[in-house]
T-cell receptor
């Protein structure tokens, strides 16, 4: 079962780019990497998912090196509303992994 | 589509009482999950159901039972509640194709 390691917290200022790195040394061949965002008193919300190289959507980019032992979530030009906890997960039904481990996540605080 | 719904939203129990948390999804997803989240912590998987008719233990199954009633519904039962089970409980569902989990709004449970 792939375990992930992320920084506990990060601070940033509005308008800056934020990069959050996740380490997952024992990722399995068929595992995907998925990032979630959670606001207080709400369930986590899907941000982005990838398998290798780079994935980009309207809110974030995900960079995955060739060895896939880490990944970096990039949030361009953050705003105060991006203050939240961000979780990195590895696994997926295609690899038979249904036991997703959320860990403690990274608490991002965006300052004015 | 309502997505993932959970009932009740709030519940207060006395030690030793029992209750069932209900979860339903209308996205035709195969997999469903129950998590608990303690204050300031990440989510921990209690039980999951990879498909209708199957259930498996997650990280913290002790003190809980689950029933996958049909493809839509997945319930979590506390047979004899303990103060250590005071937490916020989230239900989620996912499609095996996309590996993205959709979360319900949560149930805040307090055990006195």
């Amino acid at each position: 079962l792939a375990k992930t390691t992320q920084p506990i917290s990060m601070d940033s200022y509005e308008g800056q780019e934020v990069n959050i790195t996740c380490s997952h040394n024992n990722i399995a061949t068929n595992d995907y990497i998925t990032w979630y965002q959670q606001f207080p008193s709400q369930g986590p919300r899907f941000i982005i998912q990838g398998y290798k190289t780079k994935v980009t959507n309207e809110v974030a980019s995900l960079f995955i090196p060739a060895d896939r032992k880490s990944s970096t979530l990039s949030l361009p030009r953050v705003s105060l509303s991006d203050t939240a906890v961000y979780y990195c997960l590895v696994g997926g039904a295609t690899s038979g992994t249904y036991k997703y481990i959320f860990g403690t996540g990274t608490r991002l605080k965006v300052l004015a | 589509n309502a997505g993932v719904t959970q009932t009740p939203k709030f519940q207060v129990l006395k030690t030793g009482q029992s209750m069932t948390l209900q979860c339903a999804q209308d996205m035709n997803h195969n997999s469903m999950y129950w998590y608990r989240q303690d204050p300031g912590m990440g989510l921990r998987l209690i039980y999951y159901s990879a498909s209708e008719g199957t259930t498996d233990k997650g990280e913290v199954p002790n003190g809980y039972n689950v029933s996958r009633l049909n493809k839509r519904e997945f319930s979590l039962r506390l047979e004899s509640a303990a103060p250590s089970q005071t937490s916020v409980y989230f239900c989620a569902s996912s499609s095996p194709v996309y590996n993205e989990q959709f979360f319900g709004p949560g149930t805040r449970l307090t055990v006195l």
